[in-house]
């Protein structure tokens, strides 16, 4: 699977080259088979495991990325907009 290193980086900032990143996740099993790039992005090419369906987006490698330098990880931006005359809390309740 291809993963853009900028995207990633929106969660766990990369501080090293795309280079020392494929060697990190390559150890910590997340095997990078080639290091792309057009000039503009850099882009990972990775063998995620098929037991790893956690790890099969960006967020997950992010996350492998953060745990394997012991660096921070972004908290994943969830959210539901409302719409409609009434916010959801007043056509629900929990009893």
């Given at each position: 699977?291809?993963?853009p290193?900028?995207?990633?980086a929106?969660f766990?900032?990369?501080v090293?080259?795309?280079?020392?990143?494929?060697?990190?996740?390559?150890?910590?099993g997340?095997v990078?088979?080639a290091?792309?790039g057009?000039?503009?992005?850099?882009v990972?090419d990775?063998d995620?495991?098929?037991?790893?369906?956690d790890?099969?987006?960006?967020?997950?490698?992010?996350?492998?990325?953060?745990?394997?330098?012991a660096?921070?990880?972004?908290?994943?931006p969830?959210?539901v907009?409302e719409?409609?005359?009434?916010?959801?809390a007043?056509?629900?309740?929990?009893?």
């Amino acid at each position: 699977m291809k993963f853009p290193l900028g995207w990633i980086a929106e969660f766990a900032p990369a501080v090293a080259s795309a280079e020392e990143i494929a060697f990190r996740l390559t150890r910590a099993g997340m095997v990078v088979d080639a290091v792309e790039g057009d000039g503009e992005e850099t882009v990972l090419d990775i063998d995620v495991p098929t037991n790893r369906p956690d790890a099969m987006n960006v967020y997950g490698i992010a996350r492998e990325l953060a745990a394997a330098r012991a660096a921070r990880l972004a908290p994943y931006p969830a959210g539901v907009a409302e719409r409609g005359d009434a916010p959801a809390a007043s056509m629900a309740s929990v009893s």
